[in-house]
T-cell receptor
Framework: DAKTTQPPSMDCAEGRAANLPCNHS???????VYWYRQIHSQGPQYIIH???NNETNEMASLIITEDRKSSTLILPHATLRDTAVYYCIVRTDRGNQGGKLIFGQGTELSVKP | DTGVSQDPRHKITKRGQNVTFRCDPI?????LYWYRQTLGQGPEFLTY????????KSRLLSDRFSAERPKGSFSTLEIQRTEQGDSAMYLC????????????FGPGTRLTVL
């Protein structure tokens, strides 16, 4: 089962920041938080991941709370093309366990004009 | 870096037929994963390879399913005696195979079993 909880849907106005929350209260010390998104009928697209520290790349920022029990993905200036299902995933990777991704239901983000 | 490619993109078959899908990972990626996604659900893990060795298989991977990665490069996923319940998007992903690495997904193969 997925180790994360996300709201099923969110709306965001175009040009505004989209803040997508994720709860992962049972995360272990060596588990990473990954975010992917999936636009209809396409393969999942990697966005960002982190272990303890906040991370930023050209797509988004990831804010992880100090106790690591929750995180927020921030899309700073949402566009209509950011409309997608966003998945927050806690990934275990211990040697031969291989780091498979366990997807939940995700958050369906709708960016509106 | 041309990304992960999958072939075919779409496959329609009749129940009882065998089908085979191919995945070409990003070059130099040691790990290759297969996932399945049904309508309205998130992708579900099927199996993964570290080079040519198949190291983990999900309970979803019934005896009718077989995956190979013979030379540690491309992989094939075969479904024998297809059933209507096999209709889904089959996704392939690859990664370097180190702690904290990133899996990059291909576009998927959409299978429809009539």
């Amino acid at each position: 089962d997925a180790k994360t909880t996300q709201p099923p849907s969110m709306d965001c106005a175009e040009g505004r920041a989209a803040n997508l929350p994720c709860n992962h209260s049972t995360i272990s010390g060596n588990e990473y938080v990954y975010w992917y998104r999936q636009i209809h009928s396409q393969g999942p697209q990697y966005i960002i991941h982190g272990l303890k520290n906040n991370e930023t790349n050209e797509m988004a920022s990831l804010i992880i709370t100090e106790d690591r029990k929750s995180s927020t993905l921030i899309l700073p200036h949402a566009t209509l093309r950011d409309t997608a299902v966003y998945y927050c995933i806690v990934r275990t990777d211990r040697g031969n366990q291989g780091g498979k991704l366990i997807f939940g239901q995700g958050t369906e983000l709708s960016v509106k004009p | 870096d041309t990304g992960v490619s999958q072939d075919p993109r779409h496959k329609i078959t009749k129940r009882g037929q065998n089908v085979t899908f191919r995945c070409d990972p990003i070059s130099e990626h040691n790990r290759l994963y297969w996932y399945r996604q049904t309508l309205g659900q998130g992708p579900e893990f099927l199996t993964y390879f570290q080079n040519e060795a198949q190291l983990e298989k999900s309970r979803l991977l019934s005896d009718r399913f077989s995956a190979e990665r013979p030379k540690g490069s491309f992989s094939t996923l075969e479904i024998q005696r297809t059933e209507q319940g096999d209709s889904a998007m089959y996704l392939c992903a690859s990664s370097l195979g180190v702690m904290g690495d990133t899996q990059y997904f291909g576009p998927g193969t959409r299978l429809t079993v009539l």
